[in-house]
C-alpha cells in the first residue's frame, strides 16, 4: 500500500525470514561466520538460544546458505515429532527408503549411509528450529545420532535453535548426558537502542529506499523502547509507522506515527531489560560469541592520553588481520586452565558432576593454578588482577558463573594494562578477572567481569554492567564451574 509513497520495491519490514534481509549488526554476522566455522572445522553438538522474535529462524536460514557444498543440512522446521518420525525424517532427508523398517534397522543403515558420505568427503548436518519444543525422549535420540562415529570422527553434526525454555529441559537429570556434549553455545541478543537506528534503515534501503533517514530520534527510541530491541517486533512497529505515515502523506516518520502503531499491536511487555530470565542460560558449558574486533576498538580507545608502560614492558603487538578475526570468533570458549599445550579450538569439556550429597566444590579438588606468563610486571595491575582471578577461581561455590567481555588474541601487557587502568577510573578494577588461555598456539587473555553464585544472577548482572562495556564488547555469560575439573 505504501510501497509507491516512499520510493519502496517489496516491504522492507515483513516478519518472515527472508535472507536479503539479514542483518549483519548487533553480531548477528559474526554468530553466522562462528556457526560456519563450528560446523565445518569442528565437532560437538551447537546451541543457539534467544528470545521469541530475536532471529533465530533468519539466522538458521542463512546458515543453510552459507554452508559449504560438501555439507548436507537437513532442516527440522517442526520439532513436535516423536522419535522414530524423527528418524524417518533424517532417513526422508538423505532419500532412504526406509518406511516401516525397525528402528534398530534404520539406525544401522544411517550409519552405513553416513560412513559412506564420509568417505566422499560428505558431511551431514541437522539443524532443530524451535527446539525448544521438541519432546525429551527426541532430543535423547538425537544424542544417539550424535554418538554415530568411524573412528574418531563423528558422521553427523547437531544444532539446536531454541528459545531460553531449551536450557531449562536440558537441565533436567536425564537430560544431562545432552547438555555435557553441547560445545558451543550462541545467544543471540536483543538490538541496543543505538542499533535500532542502523536495522531500521539497513531493511528501508534493502528494500530499495533511496532516501535520507526516514525515521526521527524520537520514533527511533520509542520502537527501541517498546520492541525491547526484538527484530520481529521491532518489524511489526516500524512497518505499522509507515503505514501511519502514508496515511498522513508525510514522508517522516515520527513519535506519533509509532504512537499509532503501538495502539493497533497491542504489544503484551516482555521479560524485563532488568535481570529476569533474558538471555539464555549456558546449560553445562561456556558460552561463547566474543566480538574481538570490539575488543581490540576498545583496548585502542584513548590510548594517546595513557601514560607510557615502563620500557620493560612487552612491545605491542599489532592487530590481527581481519581473516584471523573471523576464526577467532568462530573458536570454542572452553577452559584452557593449567592445560598449556591445549588450544581453545580443539577443547571439549565433558563437566564431571559432582555428588549430589555434596555440598560447593569437593574437597579433593586440587588447586587451579593458572598459566605463569613472562614480561609481565610483578607490580602491574595486570599482575595484580591475574592474582585475584586465582584466589577467586579457587574460592567459588559451585555453579559460580561469570560474564565474559571479550579475548585478546595475544598476551599483550601494555593494551590490557591501558584496559585496566580505564577500569579503575571506572571504579570496576576489582570486578575484572583475567584468565591466560592458548589460542592458535599463542598465549592471550579471556577477560571477564564479576564472579555471580549462578547463571540467572549472572545473567540479571549484564543490563547493568557500564555503558561503554556494553557498547564495545559482546557481553555473554561464561560458567566458571567448568575449571573445577581442571586437573
Same mark, same amino acid.
Given at each position: 500500500?505504501?510501497?509507491?509513497?516512499?520510493?519502496?520495491?517489496?516491504?522492507?519490514?515483513?516478519?518472515?525470514?527472508?535472507?536479503?534481509?539479514?542483518?549483519?549488526?548487533?553480531?548477528?554476522?559474526?554468530?553466522?561466520?562462528?556457526?560456519?566455522?563450528?560446523?565445518?572445522?569442528?565437532?560437538?553438538?551447537?546451541?543457539?538460544s534467544g528470545e521469541v522474535g530475536s532471529g533465530k529462524t533468519m539466522l538458521c536460514r542463512m546458515l543453510l546458505d552459507k554452508l559449504p557444498t560438501n555439507i548436507k543440512a537437513i532442516y527440522l522446521a517442526n520439532p513436535s515429532m516423536s522419535r522414530d518420525e524423527l528418524l524417518y525424517a533424517i532417513a526422508d532427508r538423505l532419500q532412504l527408503d526406509l518406511e516401516g523398517k525397525r528402528v534398530n534397522v534404520i539406525l544401522q543403515t544411517l550409519q552405513n549411509h553416513l560412513e559412506a558420505m564420509y568417505e566422499r568427503g560428505e558431511r551431514v548436518v541437522v539443524l532443530v528450529d524451535e527446539a525448544h519444543a521438541m519432546p525429551l525422549e527426541t532430543l535423547e535420540e538425537l544424542r544417539l545420532l550424535y554418538n554415530?562415529?568411524?573412528?574418531?570422527?563423528?558422521?553427523?553434526?547437531?544444532?539446536?535453535?531454541?528459545?531460553?525454555?531449551?536450557?531449562?529441559?536440558?537441565s533436567q537429570t536425564n537430560m544431562r548426558q545432552l547438555k555435557d556434549r553441547i560445545v558451543h553455545h550462541f545467544t543471540i541478543l536483543p538490538l541496543s537502542p543505538k542499533i535500532v537506528h542502523d536495522y531500521l534503515m539497513f531493511r528501508m534501503r534493502a528494500a530499495g529506499y533511496k532516501g535520507p533517514d526516514i525515521f526521527s530520534a524520537h520514533a527511533e527510541k520509542l520502537i527501541g523502547k517498546?520492541?525491547?530491541?526484538?527484530?520481529?517486533?521491532?518489524?511489526?512497529?516500524a512497518d505499522k509507522s509507515l503505514l501511519a505515515a502514508f496515511v498522513e502523506n508525510t514522508h517522516q516518520i515520527e513519535e506519533r506515527h509509532v504512537q499509532a502503531a503501538l495502539r493497533d499491536s497491542e504489544m503484551t511487555p516482555m521479560r524485563s531489560w532488568n535481570g529476569r530470565r533474558y538471555f539464555s542460560v549456558i546449560g553445562g558449558l561456556v558460552l561463547f560469541v566474543a566480538i574481538l574486533a570490539g575488543a581490540s576498538w576498545f583496548l585502542n580507545q584513548e590510548r594517546m592520553h595513557e601514560t607510557p608502560e615502563p620500557a620493560n614492558q612487552a612491545a605491542l603487538v599489532p592487530a590481527a588481520?581481519? &581473516? /584471523? !578475526? $573471523?576464526?577467532?570468533?568462530?573458536?570454542? @570458549?572452553? &577452559? /584452557? !586452565? $593449567?592445560?598449556?599445550?591445549?588450544?581453545? @579450538?580443539s577443547s571439549a569439556v565433558n563437566a564431571t558432576e559432582p555428588a549430589a550429597n555434596t555440598p560447593g566444590i569437593a574437597e579433593a579438588r586440587p588447586p587451579i593454578k593458572l598459566k605463569q606468563l613472562s614480561g609481565i610486571s610483578p607490580r602491574s595491575l595486570l599482575q595484580q588482577r591475574l592474582d585475584a582471578t586465582e584466589a577467586m577461581l579457587n574460592a567459588m561455590p559451585q555453579g559460580s558463573t561469570s560474564i565474559q567481555l571479550f579475548y585478546t588474541e595475544r598476551v599483550q601487557p601494555e593494551r590490557m594494562e591501558g584496559f585496566l587502568r580505564r577500569a579503575r577510573k571506572l571504579g570496576k578494577l576489582e570486578d575484572i578477572f583475567i584468565i591466560p588461555i592458548e589460542l592458535k598456539g599463542k598465549d592471550a587473555f579471556r577477560v571477564l567481569y564479576g564472579s555471580f553464585p549462578s547463571s540467572s544472577k549472572a545473567r540479571a548482572a549484564i543490563p547493568e554492567l557500564p555503558e561503554r562495556y556494553q557498547e564495545a564488547f559482546a557481553p555473554t555469560l561464561h560458567l566458571l564451574e567448568s575449571y573445577q575439573n581442571t586437573p
Open positions: 500500500m505504501y510501497l509507491e509513497h516512499f520510493g519502496l520495491n517489496e516491504p522492507p519490514f515483513k516478519i518472515t525470514p527472508v535472507t536479503d534481509f539479514f542483518f549483519t549488526g548487533a553480531n548477528r554476522g559474526e554468530i553466522l561466520d562462528a556457526l560456519v566455522y563450528a560446523i565445518t572445522d569442528g565437532e560437538g553438538i551447537i546451541k543457539i554415530l562415529q568411524v573412528g574418531k570422527h563423528k558422521l553427523l553434526q547437531i544444532v539446536l535453535f531454541g528459545q531460553p525454555e531449551l536450557d531449562e529441559k536440558l517498546a520492541s525491547q530491541g526484538l527484530m520481529r517486533r521491532v518489524n511489526i512497529l588481520p581481519a &581473516a /584471523e !578475526v $573471523a576464526m577467532m570468533q568462530a573458536v570454542s @570458549a572452553v &577452559a /584452557e !586452565v $593449567a592445560q598449556p599445550a591445549e588450544t581453545v @579450538a
